[in-house]
């Protein structure tokens, strides 16, 4: 074979390269902090959805002091924010302390168990207003304690609590507004509904 076939060009090889400036911005992706809570807690998150139609049962905002037991993720504090409640008004209580850490951008958070606070709050404070996805397993103790808070708190409206409950739960002052479809709570084989309790 000839040597010249391995010579190099005398001038550089270019390849002509136009540049197009017509393609759209891409949005900036933002990073979506994932929290791990483990199974422990019973925490079975409120689709969105779902808790903005628990708002509109709570009722129109008001000045009325408004607590939300377990609040873990902050989906139903969010829905109430949304909806024009007052963040002021807004009381939370959360035991997990990574999720009670994730919460104070709603309203005042009360790092505890619900039903321990329940238990040293009787008679000292009143809530018009409770809105509530409580541990399915102890149901009936935080429907129970969320109830032994309420009062008027010099409201004329009566003090009413609205909580995502499971199907089986029955209180003989419940009015059932809906049943959930099967698939509202993927890690939880439970079916549910919501109810709201008048006091």
């Known amino acids: 074979?000839?040597?010249?076939?391995?010579?190099?060009?005398?001038?550089p090889l270019y390849a002509?390269?136009?540049?197009?400036?017509?393609?759209?911005a891409l949005p900036k992706a933002e990073s979506v902090e994932v929290v791990a809570v483990d199974r422990a807690t019973e925490c079975h998150v409120t689709p969105p959805d779902v808790a903005a139609r628990m708002v509109?049962?709570?009722?129109?905002?008001?000045?009325?002091?408004?607590?939300?037991?377990?609040?873990?993720?902050?989906n139903l504090s969010r829905a109430?924010?949304?909806?024009?409640h007052s963040?002021?008004?807004?009381?939370?209580?959360?035991?997990?302390?990574?999720?009670?850490?994730?919460?104070?951008?709603?309203?005042?958070?009360?790092?505890?168990?619900?039903?321990?606070?329940?238990?040293?709050?009787?008679?000292?404070?009143?809530?018009?207003?409770?809105i509530?996805?409580?541990?399915?397993?102890?149901?009936?103790?935080?429907?129970?304690?969320?109830?032994?808070?309420?009062?008027s708190g010099g409201h004329e409206c009566a003090p009413r609590v609205v909580a995502l409950v499971p199907l089986t739960f029955q209180h003989p002052d419940a009015e059932e507004l809906?049943?959930?479809?099967?698939?509202t709570f993927a890690n939880a084989k439970v079916r549910t509904k919501i109810i709201r309790i008048y006091r």
């Open 16 to 24: 002509p390269v136009t540049r197009r400036r017509d393609f759209e």
């Open 132 to 151: 509530m996805n409580p541990p399915f397993s102890d149901v009936r103790k935080h429907i129970a304690a969320a109830l032994s808070l309420m009062g």
């Open 178 to 183: 809906e049943q959930l479809p099967d698939d």
């Open 87 to 130: 963040r002021y008004e807004l009381v939370q209580v959360e035991r997990h302390i990574r999720l009670a850490g994730m919460l104070h951008g709603f309203g005042s958070v009360i790092n505890r168990c619900f039903l321990e606070y329940a238990a040293e709050a009787r008679g000292k404070v009143e809530f018009p207003r409770v």
């Open 1 to 11: 074979m000839k040597p010249s076939v391995y010579r190099r060009p005398a001038k």
């Open 56 to 74: 509109r049962y709570l009722g129109a905002p008001g000045d009325k002091l408004t607590l939300e037991p377990s609040a873990g993720t902050g």
């Open 80 to 84: 109430l924010i949304e909806s024009g």
